[in-house]
Nanobody
């Protein structure tokens, strides 16, 4: 069973950048699509970005396109989310996830998710 652990969150000013990392342990990411979700207190989790298991295909929520970049290194079992030009509305807890397919990841088909990280707080101050 794969376990996920995020790191890299913190406090940043508007327009700044952060790079989130998600490290897998227990077993490799191999064969899993991976991605990032975020949640603001009181709201549902929302999809942010996803990457196919070979890293060939990437997908983004419209509000982060052009600002966020997802990548993965299967050799080190790590997924990254580079976040640039951050806005106050990006403030949330960010969660890394692994799913059986890229479709499940993008659609929030949580029955086909295999693991979640514990989350890392990102706060963008204006």
């Amino acid at each position: 069973q794969v376990q996920l652990a995020e790191s890299g969150g913190g406090l940043v000013q508007v327009g700044g950048s952060l790079r989130l990392s998600c490290a897998a342990s227990g077993r490799s990411f191999g064969g899993y699509a991976t991605g990032w979700y975020r949640r603001v207190p009181g709201n549902e989790r929302e999809f942010v970005a996803a990457i196919s298991w070979k890293g060939i295909s990437t997908y983004y929520q419209d509000s982060v396109k052009g600002r966020f970049t997802i990548s993965r290194d299967n050799a080190t079992n790590t997924v990254y989310l580079q976040m640039d030009s951050l806005k106050p509305e990006d403030t949330a807890v960010y969660y890394c996830a692994a799913a059986r397919s890229i479709g499940a990841m993008m659609d929030g088909d949580f029955e086909n998710f295999r693991a979640w990280g514990q989350g890392t707080q990102v706060t963008v101050s204006s």
